[in-house]
């Protein structure tokens, strides 16, 4: 089993950065693709990032391809997503994802953190 625990949201203007936190624990072999999704109301959940623990590479959802930047930390098992020239688009309830090979889409995911609130005002 894997659980995830995220933080780091919050409200920002535009044009601000955050940096969200996704702390994992459990069996790393069921965790080596870890991404963040979002979904705002009324919306689809979209991949936002992915990265794989063990090799390292990453993925982005084309709407956030130059402003986000997902990386690791292996000693503290946590995920970060930087976030910079946020947008009031980028509102959404942001999703820790993990799963054992593959997590680019939700139905491909087997593990969900509670979500943590990003809001972008103008």
């Known amino acids: 089993q894997v659980q995830l625990r995220e933080s780091g949201g919050g409200s920002v203007q535009a044009g601000g950065s955050l940096r969200l936190s996704c702390a994992a624990s459990?069996?790393?072999?069921?965790?080596?693709?870890v991404a963040w999704f979002r979904q705002a109301p009324g919306k689809e959940r979209e991949l936002v990032a992915r990265?794989?623990?063990?090799?390292?590479?990453?993925r982005y959802g084309d709407s956030v391809q130059g402003r986000f930047t997902i990386s690791q930390d292996n000693a503290k098992n946590t995920v970060y997503l930087d976030m910079a020239s946020l947008k009031p688009e980028d509102t959404a309830m942001y999703y820790c994802?993990?799963?054992?090979?593959?997590?680019?889409?939700?139905?491909?995911?087997?593990?969900w953190g509670q979500g943590t609130q990003v809001t972008v005002s103008t």
């Open positions: 994802a993990a799963s054992r090979n593959l997590c680019l889409l939700p139905d491909a995911v087997e593990f």
């Open positions: 459990g069996s790393a072999d069921m965790r080596d693709c």
């Open positions: 990265i794989f623990m063990r090799s390292g590479a990453t």
